[in-house]
């Protein structure tokens, strides 16, 4: 039996220490376990797409574009929250669209992961948080106004001024938090 076949059969053993010892001695293996890997990512397993995205993520070969699929189709939330994470360790600004979609996904976590990939993107990322803020759900605007709170780019103070003018407090919070991060403490006051 090779090395590379007894580190998947570690990686798959369902022992979780088993499995995190594995993941550095696979990426240690370069592009001979990247085929393999690739191969765990079609398994009707979800713990076997789950360890196979989870060495990919890590290694320095990761394209991104590997783990897209993932994160906006796969049905297990875990494998989706597994591939949005993978996302935010590579700032690939070609990957912004589908972190943006995924801060509708319907689990939370995966668009919470998904907001922070996008702040670490950072500012290429702005142009298409504005627009999540304008016209997407209110879980995704909340997610993508905290992002531009923290990105902290002066291209989003039209949109959180405009949140301001909302009842959502969520929205407000983080309206408020953005533009105070951006130098502009000031009081709102609505017009009667």
Known sequence: ?????????ELLSGDESRAENAVPALIELGEDAIPALMDL?????????WWALRTLAQSSLLQTEWLVPFLLNDSAPEVRQCAAL?????????????LVQALSDADAMVGN????????????????LIECVKNRSQSARILALRALAEI???RAIPVMMQVMDEESVLLQH??????????????YIKPV
């Open 174 to 187: 983080w309206a408020k938090a953005g533009l105070e991060r951006l130098g502009l403490d000031m009081v």
């Open 152 to 154: 902290k780019d002066h």
């Open 113 to 128: 992961l998904a907001m922070h990939a996008l702040v670490r993107i950072g500012k290429e990322s702005v142009p298409s």
């Open 41 to 49: 990512t079609r398994s009707s397993d979800t713990d076997s797409r």
């Open 86 to 98: 993978g996302l935010g360790t590579k700032a690939d600004e070609s990957v912004i669209q589908p």
């Open 1 to 9: 039996m090779s090395n590379l076949q007894e580190l998947l059969g």
